[in-house]
């Protein structure tokens, strides 16, 4: 799986400021993935993290489960 952006949630409140990566290739993953981390550092970690998942098999479809929970991220500039 490759990553193809990065950034931060700026809304709903109780997730802002979550990191935020989106990744996929449909050649090898069959879909993509969005995951909310509550803490960069601890995305990493194999101990209770807090972290969400999205999964769907086009990125549109990924997007439109984010809008239905009115989740608003912030990608970085430098996400491919």
């Known amino acids: 799986m ?3 952006k990065a ?3 700026i809304a709903p409140y109780n ?3 979550w990191y935020a990566e ?3 290739d449909t ?12 803490d960069k550092e601890q995305k990493n970690s194999v101990e209770g993290y807090n972290y969400l998942l999205f999964w769907d098999v086009t990125e549109e ?3 439109r489960q984010l809008q239905e929970l ?3 991220i912030a990608w970085d500039n430098s996400s491919v």
Not at 27 to 38: A, I, S
């Open 70 to 72: 009115y989740i608003e």
């Open 22 to 24: 989106f990744c996929g």
């Open 61 to 63: 479809d990924v997007n």
């Open 27 to 38: 050649d090898d993953t069959g879909g993509f993935y969005l995951f909310l981390w509550k």
């Open 2 to 4: 490759r990553k193809v």
């Open 15 to 17: 997730y802002r400021n």
């Open 7 to 9: 950034g931060k949630v």
